[in-house]
T-cell receptor
Framework: GDSVTQMEGPVTLSEEAFLTINCTYTATGYPSLFWYVQYPGEGLQLLLK?????DKGSNKGFEATYRKETTSFHLEKGSVQVSDSAVYFCALSDPFTGANSKLTFGKGITLSVRP | KAGVTQTPRYLIKTRGQQVTLSCSPI?????VSWYQQTPGQGLQFLFE???????NKGNFPGRFSGRQFSNSRSEMNVSTLELGDSALYLCASSLLGGGQETQYFGPGTRLLVL
């Protein structure tokens, strides 16, 4: 079945460090790909998305490119801030219907940024 | 515009009991999805409701059920609770649940089964 694999965490970085969080997926169709972020005590917020191969999603300094050849959607940020500390989830939509209402998530990774 | 709201936020139950959780979507949204989040299994899709009909279903036992009302509010019910049902239950809403839409998540209901 469809699945998302995220790198093991947690990740601890110093402020202004470069961030990469790896995400690979397995899907039989053509899903859209997402990064969601969860701050403590809150629900998930959409960070960015890409709907087809070679699309780049970007938001708040974060970027991720939909790489079909490597089935990857790695999240990057050039300079992290303390406020970026949260749990990050990679997800894909239903690859057959394209519906974003049925998402498959990775396990999530906790990012801590120290001043 | 108010976000997705979930009630209650916290709940403690004992094994064998049943529980009902409520989700009010963003005004105008007709698709409501439910997810279970646990440390071991992560985030897993439970089901989706659209126009009062279950449109998608995940791989959960029949003890997990849901419904949607004409105002798009949704409830999920878990019967005969087990310890493993302890989790954060998240609901998300979108306009129609379609491919280009963003799902907006609520803060979740944290259920503890003793």
């Amino acid at each position: 079945g469809d699945s998302v694999t995220q790198m093991e965490g947690p990740v601890t970085l110093s402020e202004e460090a470069f961030l990469t969080i790896n995400c690979t997926y397995t899907a039989t169709g053509y899903p859209s790909l997402f990064w969601y972020v969860q701050y403590p005590g809150e629900g998930l917020q959409l960070l960015l998305k890409a709907t087809k191969a070679d699309d780049k999603g970007s938001n708040k300094g974060f970027e991720a490119t939909y790489r079909k050849e490597t089935t990857s959607f790695h999240l990057e940020k050039g300079s992290v801030q303390v406020s970026d500390s949260a749990v990050y989830f990679c997800a894909l939509s239903d690859p057959f219907t394209g519906a974003n209402s049925k998402l498959t998530f990775g396990k999530g990774i906790t990012l801590s940024v120290r001043p | 515009k108010a976000g997705v709201t979930q009630t209650p936020r916290y709940l403690i139950k004992t094994r064998g009991q049943q529980v009902t959780l409520s989700c009010s979507p963003i005004s105008g949204h007709r698709s409501v999805s439910w997810y279970q989040q646990t440390p071991g299994q992560g985030l897993q899709f439970l089901f989706e409701y659209f126009s009062e009909t279950q449109r998608n279903k995940g791989n959960f036992p029949g003890r997990f059920s849901g419904r949607q009302f004409s105002n798009s509010r949704s409830e999920m019910n878990v019967s005969t609770l087990e310890l493993g049902d302890s989790a954060l239950y998240l609901c998300a809403s979108s306009l129609l649940g379609g491919g280009q839409e963003t799902q907006y998540f609520g803060p979740g209901t944290r259920l503890l089964v003793l």
